[in-house]
């Protein structure tokens, strides 16, 4: 008998000690909103931190907040191990409220204010409250199944630029859906808004279009691939392209949060896929083969048969269904115009157009003006506008388009602020990811400029020497990741990450200058980076 009770006196003394533990306050981290991009304003309020635990509820009250609240609770889930709960009723305490109702301030700001027994989060709308969750999200230093204590504060904050890109080049190497996603996802987390996913090139189609299935039938497999720079090939076919419906998901997906896709469909270069695809598009009919080495080739679609505007009213009247972005991007980089300068149908295309040289363009550019306008007028149709590569300018398209810099003045480019157009900022001495790291790299594009993460923090995305009114067409700036030397994906993360969050700071702070204080705040950040599973490239 006494064994006996002395065995029940243990088991309800073990079910005492587990309830207590269960029940009692867990660990506490304190969370620091010194995060990436850096808060424009922080005040601390002096009085007692919010604490959020497993028992913290948010209320989010129409949809957009809804996913906005539903995104948090997945971030907060990895870093902690617990989920909060969502409602749409207001608890008396314990709560992180959602709204979008901060109505005057500028679009995608937010405030947040941080009480002892609630957290409210009001963005100037959807977007705003969602970078608010973000840097709630960011401010967490780790520990694992612990509460977060919030320093009671008022957090004020707003990106510097409308346009903050990523770039993805998924033709040269392709990358599953998946990965796609998962590449937003790191987008999100450096408040980025624009994803330009480069899906055509000399190497590949990687956009289904219904009406022309050769697209993806022929011109998204290549029969080998360049082996490095050797100059020898394997003879591996090489291949992949997104369906309609796989696009139309990772446009919503990216919608739910707050990024817009701006697909690039390159034209007239870069275009040997859809050439070999249909090769009567070609100025001499080919035949032609998906391209399997890098770089520029003389083979582009030809500006002097009408079949050819016949295409692109077919190919971008699929984009323009697929992608609701006002933006739709449509290349218009690295075009030789030799074979245009021999093709009798140019020749005659540009006689018919009375296309001259003058001092900015000679008649073969403006014959490439010509096309890249049909593409833009059809577009304007749908209430859409084009964005292109800085050539644009060279060859005198219209102030209508928004140009992307990439070129340095050293090698011909020229910035479109300058000469009046909105423009976005991506110049490849700073903001090619592609390019390696440092001298000794294996991984990445092995070319003579290296980009550490140092000379991305220093990029200066408005010259001194610019007007106030130049300084205003600066529209944006973003980070381009194009896949030569980048087969896989986790490699793509490695050669993305840290820099982008060096970009992430130039995009949304105001002056983003202090580096020793920006490694610091990394520091913490790559926590974020190991808690998603994110392959990035060590600080040195
Ligand atoms: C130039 S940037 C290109 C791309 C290459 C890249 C490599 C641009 C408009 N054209 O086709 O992939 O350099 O860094």
Redesign the pocket.
């Known amino acids: 008998m006494g064994k006996i009770s002395n065995i029940i006196r243990g088991v309800v003394s073990i079910a005492v000690i587990w309830l207590a533990a269960s029940c009692a306050p867990g660990q506490a981290v304190e969370a620091d909103y010194n995060v990436i991009p850096l808060p424009h304003s922080v005040r601390s309020s002096g009085s007692d931190p919010f604490r959020m635990s497993a028992s913290t509820t948010v209320v989010a009250v129409d949809s957009a907040q809804v996913v906005n609240a539903e995104l948090f609770a997945e971030y907060i889930k990895t870093l902690t191990g617990f989920r909060l709960k969502i409602t749409d009723r207001m608890p008396s305490e314990n709560y992180i409220r959602l709204a979008a109702s901060n109505e005057d301030a500028a679009p995608e700001s937010y405030r947040i204010t941080v009480a002892s027994d609630s957290i409210v989060v009001e963005g100037a709308d959807a977007a705003g409250t969602f970078y608010g969750l973000q840097t709630l999200r960011k401010a967490i230093r780790g520990g694992r199944g612990d509460d977060v204590l919030y320093p009671a504060a008022v957090i004020e904050d707003g990106p510097r630029f409308s346009y903050r890109g990523g770039h993805l080049?998924c033709v040269?190497h392709f990358f599953p859906a998946d990965s796609v996603k998962t590449y937003i996802d790191i987008l999100a987390l450096h408040n980025i808004n624009r994803f330009h996913w480069h899906l055509t090139?000399d190497q590949g189609w990687r956009i289904e279009i219904r009406s022309l299935p050769e697209l993806t039938k022929k011109g998204s497999v290549r029969s080998g691939t360049i082996i490095g720079n050797s100059g020898q090939y394997d003879s591996v076919p090489y291949g992949g392209y997104y369906t309609q419906t796989e696009l139309r998901d990772i446009v919503a997906y990216a919608a739910d949060r707050h990024i817009t896709v701006i697909p690039e469909i390159d034209l007239p270069g870069?275009m040997v896929a859809a050439l070999t695809s249909y090769p009567s598009l070609g100025c001499t009919g080919g035949p032609y083969e998906v391209y399997r080495r890098?770089g520029v080739t003389d083979d582009i679609l030809c500006a002097g048969n009408d079949s050819v505007y016949v295409f692109l009213d077919k190919v971008f009247d699929e984009v323009a269904d697929v992608f609701p972005s006002e933006l739709i991007h449509i290349?218009g980089?690295?075009v030789p115009h030799g074979k245009w300068e021999k093709c009798p149908r140019c020749q005659a295309k540009i006689k018919e157009l009375g296309l001259k040289d003058d001092a900015r363009s000679t008649a073969v550019q403006k014959l490439q003006n010509h096309i890249m306008k049909h593409v833009s007028d059809r577009l304007a149709a749908k209430g859409r506008r084009v964005i292109g590569?800085d050539e644009l300018i060279d060859n005198g398209f219209d102030t209508t388009a928004v140009i992307m810099s990439?070129r340095s003045p050293q090698d011909g480019g020229q910035d479109g602020a300058a000469f009046g157009y909105k423009t976005v900022r991506v110049p490849?001495t700073h903001l090619?990811f592609?390019?390696q790291y440092a001298e000794g790299d294996t991984i990445g594009?092995p070319?003579w400029r290296k980009i550490p993460l140092d000379s991305v923090y220093a990029y200066n995305p408005i010259p001194k020497c610019f007007t106030a009114e130049q300084a205003a067409n600066v529209i944006g700036v973003q980070g381009?990741v194009?896949t030569?030397f980048i087969p896989s994906f986790r490699e793509v993360q490695y050669m993305a990450l840290p820099r982008m969050a060096a970009l992430a700071e130039l995009q949304w702070c105001d002056s983003p200058k202090d580096y020793e204080a920006f490694l610091v705040r990394l520091k913490y950040f790559l926590n974020l980076y190991e808690e998603e599973g994110y392959n990035y490239r060590p600080l040195d």
């Open positions: 080049d040269r090139d870069h890098w290349g980089d690295e590569w990439w490849n090619y592609d390019y594009a070319y381009n194009w030569e």
